[in-house]
């Protein structure tokens, strides 16, 4: 029976980065195995597929200090601005790195070219294990260890279990750790896009009745789109032709690309906010998706995600003589609460607002705007969490 000292479930963003993190920072001293059901490059992958996400600039700082960034820099693309505004209505906000002194706000990365430099950076550690195509099947804990049925058979003892498997995750319902949920009622319409002005590295994110549009800067020109939709506007969207899709976006959207000329392979998913109170118990860690799922309004999730990882691969690296000590788990659970609780309040804060077209709130919202544009002190807290500048 192969022995770890720790075993993470799910070998997407999350997954890969912790296995990756852990190994650097301890040096190869531990053991890694990381069990994921799909090799990198299978369509059916759901963690390194077609979509896009922005990596805030707190994140890409934390990738270079995990000596990860150096890989993914030459396939991201720079956020040079980000300009905020409300359909018809005059509210607006502009962010420009130039007046942060940075050289970007974040980055946009495609999850497969990502998915590919991880894959080279696993298989090229001796400490690391890829077990794949594998799920967890079955886990049953021990004082000083836990044992996990992987579905072909195999069993695997660990010091520490790491779901990293996504919302649903299977190993949290092993262990039947809670998951609190609530619909936003939403769905969320990505494809990429090319307009006929160049982007110059803007991010947009346009606020509509029908509820929120994020263009994000991507290479060749390309815009990554995430369209926010009631999910019977969603799925009239989905069944217009591309001429027809890309006038009802324009009309959402408005001019400030030009005309939107090309519209890549569509797809769409319920926006659901999914969050787990508690992320530790006994010899187990919840990262990633299956920690929390948000809204993408605000593009948090994942850089709240990566706040997880590199905290938590910290305290691990503080007891590398037995990494499951529960002593390490708290100090973790410790460390992330107030990041964790003030994402979710705000990101759900966010989403409630600028999804309500009562007169009242549209009024709040577009003097909110306006008041945070020219008084820069009250873009604190969002800047902040635009950029990942937050303790943890």
Sequence with gaps: ??????????????????????????????????????????QAHPGFDSRSIALSYGTVQILDSLHL???????????????????GHAGMTDIYSEELAVDALGYVVELADVGRIYQQKLESEAAITMLCPESVSKVEREELQTTIELTSGQTVTTKLLVAADGAISTCCKQLNISLSEHDFEQVAVIANIVASE????RAFERFTHHGPVALLPMSDNRLSLVWCLSPEQA??????????????LQSDFGWRLGRLEKVGKRASYPLILRHRQQNISHRFAIIGNAAQTLHPIAGQGFNLGIRDVASLAEELCTQLDDVGRYNGLVNFRKRREQDRDTTITLTSSLVHLFSNDFLTARIGRNLGLAVIDNLPPLKGPLLRHTLGLVER
Excluded: C
């Design 1 to 42: 029976m192969a022995q770890y000292d720790v075993v993470i479930a799910g070998g997407a963003m999350a997954g890969a980065t912790l296995a990756l993190a852990l190994n650097h920072l301890s040096q190869g001293s531990l053991s890694i195995a990381v069990v994921e059901p799909y090799q990198v490059d299978h």
């Design 69 to 87: 960034w150096q890989s993914i820099a030459p396939v991201a693309t720079p956020i040079k601005d980000i300009h905020v505004s409300d359909r």
């Design 198 to 201: 160049p982007h110059q590295g």
């Design 235 to 248: 799925q009239k969207v989905m069944t217009l032709n591309d001429n027809e899709f890309l006038e009802q």
